[in-house]
């Protein structure tokens, strides 16, 4: 199976979901992307679907948005 | 560990992310709750924190809400 990602940007809300993700998928299944630091991931994670962080994109393709930390324009900014 | 808790309310936003959850967790350690159907369990959902569903409650009992389908209040009515 392709590796999930998980995309956020550092806020409060990113990092506990975070926790929990690596929890219920364990890391080794994890690809960790941090918006705010790897800024030329941004378009890739758009081509995905992401609309806020956090969020995780299955080996599938598909975007499951968690909590709401922050919109993908608002990093951009 | 505790198992995770997935509630939803049958709507097709649930539908889609309880395939995708199970992909990610696995159904053997998944409880799969349809407050539609199971209405006594919304008070307990609520205890736990659930705001909206899908939602998972992990086996910590923290809450991550997923993708927004309906809030419990729009259940409830």
Redesign the interface.
Known sequence: MEK?IFYHAGCPVCR??EE??I???GKENLIVVHLGEQREQIGKAETFGVKSVPA?V???G?V?????GASIEEIKN
């Open positions: 999930t506990s979901a929990e993700v929890d219920l998928i995780l299955t080996g599938k598909n499951l948005h968690i909590n709401y």
